[in-house]
Nanobody, 120 residues
Framework: QVQLVESGGGFVQAGGSLRLSCAASGSIFSINTMGWYRQALGKQRELVAAITSGGTKNYADSVKGRFTISRISRDNAKNTVYLQMNSLKPEDTAVYYC???????????WGQGTQVTVSS
């Protein structure tokens, strides 16, 4: 089992920045890819960014150039994934979820979500 705990959400004005953190613990040796999803009110959940254990990153077109995903592996029992979000826009408002995949395309583990609200 893998446990994911997000932090760092909040309220920010347009143009501002936030950094989300996701602490992964447990059987993280089984995890290849970690990602951030978001779900805005009334919309489907969408992938924002993902990073593999080899460091390959991919981003949704809507956040390219503004968001950066990174991953730190401290030991075999704990990883932390960050999502640095700059130049935030009101349309970035959503609940952001950390997710972990043993093998894509399926994400096997999910965090509880953290709210990001961007005011205009």
């Amino acid at each position: 089992q893998v446990q994911l705990v997000e932090s760092g959400g909040g309220f920010v004005q347009a143009g501002g920045s936030l950094r989300l953190s996701c602490a992964a613990s447990g059987s993280i040796f089984s995890i290849n890819t970690m990602g951030w999803y978001r779900q805005a009110l009334g919309k489907q959940r969408e992938l924002v960014a993902a990073i593999t254990s080899g460091g390959t990153k991919n981003y949704a077109d809507s956040v390219k150039g503004r968001f950066t995903i990174s991953r730190i592996s401290r030991d075999n029992a704990k990883n932390t994934v960050y999502l640095q979000m700059n130049s935030l826009k009101p349309e970035d408002t959503a609940v952001y979820y950390c997710a972990a995949a043993i093998r894509l395309p399926t994400y096997d583990y999910w965090g509880q979500g953290t709210q990001v609200t961007v005011s205009s």
